[in-house]
């Protein structure tokens, strides 16, 4: 059982939220910063290491979930996953247009790696297509093993740390991290 901070509540709807934000509903989008912010604020401060930036990025995150809020499609992926991913977005956005080079921590590479590869492969697909991709890697992913599965997923769903996995999965750190790299090479090779 994870830590009583990882705990959520689960009845919280995110998708009917973000339709009350397409219809206009400013108390929808209150009801989910009420409901996600630490947690955003969180995965965007992994990104950009700065308490001040990370509560810009949230800010911006939430104009633009406000303002995108129609465009969400439930046959596409998840609410809660598509709110994290535009805090995701909106922090990686602000490292890479930062004027000072900043060094990424493994964390944050590989999030910054997987965005800029989701872009691409956005870009490039027609729904179809995406929607076998989506098939296939789910089929790579139930190929890896429990624990590198499950560590891949607390880092690029839930947007923990490599400390809070460790915690959370009960193993060593050094341990977690070779997970993590093993599972994304697997994942690499499976999906080529």
């Known amino acids: 059982m994870p830590p009583a901070a990882f705990v959520t509540d689960d009845s919280f709807d995110h998708a009917l939220a973000l339709e009350a934000c397409a219809r206009g509903d400013r108390h929808a989008l209150q009801r989910i910063y009420e409901h996600e912010s630490r947690y955003l604020l969180g995965v965007a401060l992994r990104i950009v290491r700065n308490r001040a930036a990370a509560e810009d990025v949230l800010h911006d995150a939430f104009v633009a979930i406000w303002s995108k809020a129609h465009s969400f499609d439930?046959?596409?992926?998840a609410a809660r996953g598509w709110i994290y991913s535009i805090v995701r977005h909106a922090a990686l956005n602000r490292v890479r247009s930062?004027?000072?080079?900043?060094?990424?921590?493994?964390?944050?590479?590989?999030?910054?790696?997987?965005?800029?590869?989701?872009?691409?492969?956005?870009?490039?697909?027609?729904?179809?297509?995406?929607?076998?991709?989506?098939?296939?890697?789910?089929q790579c992913l139930e190929g890896l093993e429990p624990q590198r599965r499950e560590c891949l997923l607390h880092a690029y769903v839930d947007g923990c740390s490599h400390s809070e996995i460790a915690?959370?999965?009960?193993?060593?750190?050094?341990?977690?991290?070779?997970?993590?790299?093993?599972g994304l090479r697997a994942l690499r090779e499976c999906m080529q």
Do not use: F, N, Y
Not at 74 to 77: K, N, P, S, T
Not at 170 to 179: E, I, N, S, Y
């Open 74 to 77: 439930a046959a596409r992926g």
């Open 98 to 138: 930062s004027a000072r080079e900043t060094a990424l921590d493994e964390p944050a590479a590989a999030a910054h790696e997987a965005s800029a590869a989701m872009a691409a492969w956005q870009e490039e697909g027609d729904a179809l297509s995406r929607q076998a991709q989506l098939g296939r890697l789910g």
């Open 167 to 182: 915690a959370r999965v009960q193993a060593p750190l050094g341990t977690v991290k070779a997970w993590i790299q093993r």
